[in-house]
């Protein structure tokens, strides 16, 4: 099976593009940059099927989190400055086609179209944000 690319998206005036991959790999790159910014691949090895960008917080400039979904069933939020992993969300077992950002701040609510024809709904907080993810 060849390495393919699943799902693309830009993070607009930021400069940044995230990619997804069919081997459960993301990357995000500046526009200009050849290599990536970071890569993180879950240990699933499953295809990332949809990447979104959503900003949340009070600091100035606010948080940018990269929001990906995975037909591995997990939704994870990573700190888009530098790859960190914010928060992994398992939604029961049925494989996330498809998602989308309904609220950026000052939470970050999801909508995940999962297999099955089940719609979740997700949150990511500011205390999510503000800790490290757990191990």
Request: hydrophobic fraction near 40%.
């Amino acid at each position: 099976m060849c390495n393919c690319l699943y799902t693309l998206t830009s993070s607009g005036a930021s400069g940044y593009v995230a990619v997804g991959r069919n081997d459960g790999t993301v990357a995000v790159h500046g526009i200009d940059q050849v290599s990536p910014r970071f890569t993180h691949r879950n240990d699933s090895g499953q295809a990332i099927t949809r990447v979104r960008w959503c900003t949340m917080g009070s600091a100035v400039p606010p948080r940018p989190l990269l929001v990906t979904a995975s037909v591995d069933s997990f939704v994870r939020a990573h700190d888009a400055r530098d790859g960190t992993m914010v928060k992994e969300v398992c939604c029961a077992g049925d494989s996330v086609l498809d998602l989308v950002v309904l609220q950026c701040d000052p939470v970050c609510r999801l909508l995940a179209a999962c297999s099955e024809g089940a719609i979740r709904v997700l949150q990511i907080d500011e205390d999510d944000a503000a800790a490290p993810a757990a191990e």
